[in-house]
Every structure is written in C-alpha cells, then in structure tokens.
C-alpha cells in the first residue's frame, strides 16, 4: 500500500535549538518525496525533494532533509531553528500508482512550535 | 509574476446554493489539482487534470465537479451544497514532464456552509 505516516502530531523545540521532523512512506518505485510547510490560512510552500543522488537534500529557508532508504524515511531536519519556523509541515510521496500524473499523498502533517 | 491565486478566499453560504471555487494560475503549468483539507489535518485528492479538455477524480470522493477549458483556468462547482462540504479546498499546479516536479499551491478558500 502507498502510504506516508509522519508518527509526531507536534514536535516542540527551543528556539537556536536543532529541530527533526519525521516522515516514513511506503510506495512502489522509486522514491520520489517531498517537503511542503504551511502557515495558518495559507496554501503549501515546496521546501525541498529528494530524487535520486545525494541522500542529504538541502533546501528553502535552511531546512535539510535526510533520505534512509533501509529504513524508508525522509526525516526533516535543521541546525538552528527560528520562532518562525513555527508552522504546520507535510510530507508527501509520489503516488507510484499513478503514471506519471504527479499525484502525490500526504502524511497527515506535524505541527512545529518553536518557543523563543 | 507568475503565481496561483484561488477566490473567494472565505465563503459562508447556506445549505443548497450552487457555488463556484475559482483557481487561476499563470505558469503555464498542465497538471492541476484540487485537494480537500480539514483544519490542520492532511490534503486528499479530489480532482486533477493533465490539460486542457483532461479532467480525472481523485482518491476522496466528492460531490464537487471541475471543468478545464483553459490551461489556465480550474474551477470546481458544488451544485448544491450541504453542511459536509465544509472544509478547506486547495488548488494547485506542476509542470508537465517528469513525475517529480513540485506542486505549487494556492493559497486556498475557506468554505463554511450552514
């Protein structure tokens, strides 16, 4: 089955602190994830994606994110984070189902507050 | 700019009105999609299209229809709305060609019905 759990509701963290976001999926073919952020009353901003290569993804707004193929995840990660960052975060995964239509599925979403 | 924008942004309406949800972008993208969020929760798919003339439904089931007679141009209709369409509704758009280029979204209407 395709599917995409993100396992924390909320992560809290301190600000200047380093922050993790997990993500693990479930897909057929290859890999094709995602990182989207979403601040209240506003559509998804892309972060980053992983495709092939390099397992460490960097991308917007300093976020990184590191792919584990042995343990299928896609963990969101920063070395320092801000207040701002403070927001509601999406992992998704190409639907591998799908052709080449671009469906993606989302993991249910993990809110992050970063307390000053 | 080249961007996607949805109107109206907020809609309260009572139960059996016909309504239109807007969503125009201007990158020239062929795919696009609509999803259905609940507050805070994950995005299902409910609608999406490769083109012009190309519409297909998504995961979630929906009472809601598209059209897409301009690449430009993805309205979805509720014929008649009842109190279990409330939700958010996104849009969003990705270029054609490989199946690993990003969405970009709207910034998403607000649909309360009473």
């Known amino acids: 089955a395709q599917s995409v759990a993100q396992p924390e509701d909320q992560v809290n963290v301190a600000e200047g602190n380093p922050l993790t976001v997990k993500c693990t999926y479930s897909?057929?073919?290859?890999?094709?994830l995602f990182w989207y952020v979403q601040y209240p009353n506003r559509g998804l901003q892309f972060l980053l994606k992983?495709?092939?290569?390099?397992?460490l993804v960097k991308g917007s707004y300093g976020f990184e994110a590191e792919f584990n193929k042995s343990q299928t995840s896609f963990h969101l990660k920063k070395p320092s984070a801000l207040v701002s960052d403070s927001a509601l975060y999406f992992c998704a995964v190409r639907d591998g189902r799908s052709g080449n239509t671009g469906k993606l599925i989302f993991g249910q979403g993990t809110t992050l507050q970063v307390k000053p | 700019e080249a961007d996607i924008y949805q109107t109206p942004r907020y809609l309260v309406i009572g139960t059996g009105k016909k309504i239109t949800l807007e969503c125009s972008q201007t990158m020239g993208h062929d795919k696009m999609y609509w999803y259905q969020q609940d507050p805070g929760m994950e995005l299902h798919l409910i609608h999406y299209?490769?083109?012009?003339?190309?519409?297909e439904k998504g995961d979630l089931s929906s009472e809601s229809t598209v059209s897409r007679i301009r690449t430009e141009h993805f309205p979805l209709t509720l014929e008649s709305a009842r109190p279990s369409h409330t939700s958010q509704y996104l849009c969003?758009?990705?270029?054609?060609?490989?199946?690993?280029?990003?969405?970009?979204f709207g910034p998403g209407t607000r649909l309360t019905v009473l």
């Open positions: 897909v057929s073919g290859n890999p094709y």
């Open positions: 992983y495709i092939t290569g390099d397992n």
């Open positions: 299209s490769y083109g012009v003339n190309s519409t």
């Open positions: 969003a758009s990705s270029e054609y060609g490989p199946e690993y280029n990003e969405q970009f």
